[in-house]
Nanobody, 124 residues
Framework: QVRLVESGGGSVQAGGSLRLSCAVS????????LGWFRQAPGKEREGVGV???????HYANAVKGRFTISQDNAKNTIYLQMNSLSPEDTAMYYC??????????????????WGQGTQVTVSV
C-alpha cells in the first residue's frame, strides 16, 4: 500500500523560508510522479508542482521562481523548498502521487494517493 507522510510545516514570517518533506513508501518501482498541492481556508485545493522519477519538475505560476521541488531517491523522499513566503502561501500542503505527471497536472482529480497534509502559516 502506497503511503505518503509529510513533515516540516510550521509558522514563518513573510519573506522567510520553509522546507517540507514527503516520505514515500509502498511503490514496487519508480514509475510514479510525485507532487505538492495546497489548500487555503475557503479555497479549492490547487497544484503547486510536480517532479517525475527523472527529476524533471513543473511549477504553478504562483510559486515559480520561489518554490523548488527536489527528490532523494535513496531516501524515497521529495522536498518542497519554499522561499520568499508571503501570507498568500498560507495553506495546508499535501504530498500527492500518481503513475503519470499528466494525471497530477490535471488537478486533485488525477491524484492516486494523498498524504495527511502539513500546515504552513505565513504572517506579515
Amino acid at each position: 500500500q502506497v503511503r505518503l507522510v509529510e513533515s516540516g510545516g510550521g509558522s514563518v514570517q513573510a519573506g522567510g523560508s520553509l522546507r517540507l518533506s514527503c516520505a514515500v513508501s509502498g511503490y514496487a518501482d519508480n514509475n510514479r510522479c510525485l507532487g505538492w498541492f495546497r489548500q487555503a481556508p475557503g479555497k479549492e485545493r490547487e497544484g503547486v508542482g510536480v517532479i517525475n522519477n527523472a527529476g524533471a519538475t513543473h511549477y504553478a505560476n504562483a510559486v515559480k521562481g520561489r518554490f523548488t521541488i527536489s527528490q532523494d531517491n535513496a531516501k524515497n523522499t521529495i522536498y518542497l523548498q519554499m522561499n520568499s513566503l508571503s501570507p498568500e502561501d498560507t495553506a495546508m500542503y499535501y504530498c500527492a502521487a500518481a503513475r503519470l505527471c499528466t494525471n497530477l497536472l490535471r488537478g486533485p482529480g488525477g491524484v492516486d494517493y494523498w498524504g495527511q497534509g502539513t500546515q504552513v502559516t505565513v504572517s506579515v
